[in-house]
């Protein structure tokens, strides 16, 4: 299994996340928030390819490139159409999909799921395009801690945090991979074989698995030969008060992250600023990155505020942190190191 991410637009301009999960039996494709101009770097197929869109939150920046998708989409039968986000995503996105005029819809099928993601519960609806849209179907709610959607292989779970309204901290973690270390099978006097794969992936009321004509318990073997190692995993972290508070919870629920995408709005000398905008500065995506224990930040989301020098100096901070801390490669900043 592998995970992959594209940050999809340019320094300064509203941006998006596109994250590829290949399980090796095919690839579900997430984006993460929806600017202005940012699906202009995909094709038509990639865009129809996007299983799942999350919201951060709805604000202009982070929404403004919704049409585009929902244009190439809304009528789209051959995957299930899905929408997360936080409070008020399912009525905002419903005025938006009216926004335009139906006058076919009877003719057509599209069946659109939004999630509003609460700190409490997961409540969804439903949308229909043979009913231009026009009602709301209250889905039910489910509880909600953490995990928002498990797919093949991994999850994603949500954090809501503070933008003086409700924005969402996500996390695709790959699920535990469990493999046998066949170096131990000589010390309990075991030969290799198609047992093997049994004793990876048994099912659950399967209790033994016989070798050599003699039975063994499975979950004496799974004890002694099945090594768990946890996944990758890749943040989303945009648009919230990164505080002390804020600071503990991250490091708590995400603990041990691999790649962090994350803001990079102000110089740490606008720190004032920032706090008043419920933002960060790259040096406190920096410490935070420190703190998770991470392998890598990638910041984006900078505020055209200031220029590509400014940039360059931010950049600079945070690596004075993190050291492994850059810019999306495609941006090509002239004189970043």
């Known amino acids: 299994m592998s995970i992959s991410f594209q940050v999809l637009g340019s320094p300064g ?24 101009g940012c699906l202009a770097e ?15 939150h709805l604000h202009m920046d982070h929404v ?18 899905r929408i997360w986000g936080p409070p008020e995503t399912g009525r905002i996105l419903q005025h938006r999909f009216q926004g335009v005029l139906w006058n076919l819809h009877e003719e057509m099928s599209g069946t659109w799921h939004i999630t509003d993601i609460h700190a409490d519960r997961l409540q969804t609806v439903r949308l229909e395009l043979s009913e231009a849209f026009a009602v709301l179907h209250n889905e039910g709610a489910r509880p909600h801690a953490r995990t928002a959607y498990e797919g093949a292989g991994f999850t994603i779970e949500a954090l809501t945090m ?30 290799g074989g198609p047992w093997l794969k049994q004793l990876k992936d048994s099912a ?36 919230f008060l990164l505080d002390d508070v804020a600071m503990e919870r991250l490091c708590s629920a995400f603990a041990g992250c691999g790649v962090i995408v994350c803001e990079g709005q102000y110089r740490h000398a606008d720190l004032e600023l920032a706090r008043k905008n419920f933002h960060m500065t790259t040096q406190l995506s920096a410490t935070l990155a420190q703190r998770l224990r991470a392998r890598e930040l990638v910041l984006f989301h900078l505020s055209d505020r200031y220029d ?12 004075a942190i993190f050291p ?5 490669p495609h941006w090509k900043l002239s004189g970043e190191g």
Request: proline content about 4%.
């Open 13 to 36: 301009n509203d941006n998006a996340l596109l994250v590829r999960i290949d399980n090796g039996q095919g690839v579900e494709t997430l984006l993460f928030d929806c600017g202005e």
């Open 42 to 56: 995909l094709s038509f197929a990639e865009i129809l390819a996007i299983d799942h869109l999350f919201f951060s």
């Open 308 to 319: 590509e020098q400014g940039w360059l100096e931010m950049l600079r901070e945070a690596q």
């Open 162 to 191: 503070d933008h003086r309204t409700p924005t969402l901290a996500y996390l695709v973690r790959e699920k535990p991979r469990r493999n046998v270390d066949v170096s131990r099978l000589s010390a309990l006097g075991l030969r």
């Open 204 to 239: 659950p009321d399967q209790t033994t698995v016989v070798i050599d004509g003699a039975t063994h318990a499975i979950d004496d073997l799974q004890r002694a030969l099945v090594v768990e190692t946890p996944g990758d995993s890749i943040a989303y972290l945009t648009d």
């Open 64 to 81: 403004a490139g919704f049409d585009a998708f929902f244009r190439a989409t809304f009528n789209r039968t051959n995957r299930p159409n």
């Open 324 to 328: 492994n801390a850059n810019y999306p």
